[in-house]
């Protein structure tokens, strides 16, 4: 009787003294020479938290790099890359500044683009609902309130040429 007594004792001690070390910050507590990749995040989603911008760094980046890894790189740049100007995340809604004018074809591959990452069941956890893109001037020239609607197919004189919504 006594023998699992102290067995049990020292489980506890064993789980209490360990525990620390199983939480989600462990990793900010080991040494920062095997990897600081997750202090910077941890650190990074603290400071957003307290933020009082609404503009939300950690998903702006998150399209940010999506669209330099596949289409900024060296050789593979796409025509409408350069044009972007910012990305600003701000409640449900990814606003991509470029210096476009309206009609422009560029807007109609970029809308695709940036929509098929939002709107991509691995990024759902982003909650990005909607896409707006803007001109040259800040004058709205896509806005997507939901995978619903569609992007431009072309630009034409008459608006009514556009699809439906699916």
């Given at each position: 009787?006594e023998?699992?007594?102290?067995?049990?004792v020292?489980?506890?001690?064993?789980?209490?003294?360990l525990a620390?070390?199983?939480?989600?910050?462990a990793?900010a507590?080991?040494s920062?020479?095997?990897c600081s990749?997750?202090?910077?995040?941890r650190?990074?989603?603290?400071?957003?938290?307290?933020?009082?911008?609404?503009?939300?760094?950690?998903?702006?980046?998150?399209?940010?790099?999506?669209l330099?890894?596949?289409?900024?790189?060296p050789?593979?740049?796409?025509s409408w890359y350069?044009?972007i100007?910012?990305?600003?995340?701000r409640?449900?809604?990814a606003?991509?500044k470029?210096?476009?004018?309206?009609?422009?074809?560029k807007?109609i591959?970029?809308c695709?683009v940036?929509s098929?990452?939002?709107y991509?069941?691995?990024?759902?956890?982003?909650?990005?609902?909607?896409?707006?893109?803007?001109?040259?001037s800040?004058?709205?020239?896509?806005f997507?309130?939901?995978v619903?609607?569609?992007?431009?197919?072309k630009?034409?004189?008459?608006?009514?040429?556009?699809?439906r919504g699916?």
């Amino acid at each position: 009787m006594e023998f699992n007594s102290l067995r049990s004792v020292f489980s506890i001690i064993l789980i209490l003294t360990l525990a620390p070390f199983f939480t989600p910050l462990a990793v900010a507590r080991t040494s920062t020479t095997t990897c600081s990749i997750p202090i910077i995040k941890r650190a990074l989603e603290i400071r957003l938290a307290e933020s009082a911008s609404k503009t939300d760094d950690f998903r702006s980046e998150a399209i940010r790099n999506y669209l330099d890894d596949i289409f900024g790189g060296p050789g593979v740049k796409t025509s409408w890359y350069d044009n972007i100007t910012d990305i600003e995340v701000r409640g449900d809604t990814a606003t991509i500044k470029t210096n476009l004018a309206a009609g422009d074809e560029k807007i109609i591959a970029l809308c695709g683009v940036v929509s098929g990452f939002i709107y991509s069941q691995l990024n759902e956890h982003l909650g990005i609902r909607k896409v707006k893109i803007l001109g040259e001037s800040g004058k709205v020239l896509v806005f997507r309130k939901s995978v619903m609607d569609n992007c431009p197919y072309k630009f034409s004189p008459n608006p009514g040429l556009q699809p439906r919504g699916r």
